[in-house]
């Protein structure tokens, strides 16, 4: 009796994801088309319209498998701790995804997107709001906590969309987090940039 490989409808969301993930990645949402994503997927194009209705609802759809990820990946690694241990592990867990450059840039995508688009504003908010509740509930921050995490998560974001990090220069440096931060960044990451410091003294 023959096995079939048919993928059902679920199964066929998930390639579709990831394909839309690469491909949104590239081109951005208004850059991306749906025949390249469906290309990429191996279906056809009407297919793609019955399984997600829209580009924006696809895109949508991408950026919240990015937001799903941070959630999951922060809540791993903060998981068991007190509010200071839990605030340095999610961002050493967010300074490890940074090292996804799809991810990356699907979440820069999404922000210039919303500047126009209300429902992808929509989407992007809901991932600040989850972890909003996440820190302000589990762990108890205050406000300035909390301005500060996310100010922090939106600095390492924009550092490795422009590889801040790899400018060795006063002024870069400057933006950076200090060396000896940096360095256990760096290596908790497994980056594998070397950054020097303006005395000359490696910082990873």
Avoid at 7 to 12: K, N, W
Avoid at 113 to 123: E, G, K, Q, R
Avoid at 144 to 149: P, R, V
Wanted: charged letters at 20%; hydrophobic letters at 45%.
């Amino acid at each position: 009796m023959m096995v079939s490989t048919r993928q059902t409808a679920a199964e066929r969301r998930v390639a579709v994801l990831a394909a839309a993930i690469t491909e949104f990645a590239k081109s951005g949402y208004a850059g991306t088309s749906t025949e390249a994503i469906a290309t990429r997927a191996g279906i056809s194009q009407p297919y793609l319209f019955r399984l997600f209705g829209t580009k924006k609802e696809l895109f949508i759809a991408t950026h919240a498998q990015v937001g799903d990820r941070i959630v999951k990946e922060l809540t791993a690694a903060s998981n068991g701790l007190g509010r200071d241990d839990a605030m340095h592990a999610m961002g050493m867990a967010y300074v490890q995804l940074m090292q996804d450059r799809e991810f990356l840039q699907v979440q820069m995508h999404a922000y210039a997107a919303a500047t126009s688009d209300p429902d992808i504003a929509a989407a992007c908010r809901r991932v600040f709001e989850v972890l909003w509740f996440k820190v302000h509930d589990e762990f108890g921050f205050g406000p300035d906590m909390i301005q500060e995490f996310f100010a922090n998560g939106m600095l390492m974001s924009v550092m490795s969309a422009i590889d801040l990090l790899s400018v060795n220069e006063t002024w870069a440096q400057s933006i950076c987090p200090s060396e000896e931060k940096l360095a256990a960044m760096l290596a908790e990451s497994k980056g594998e940039l070397h950054v020097t410091s303006s005395s000359g003294a490696s910082a990873s």
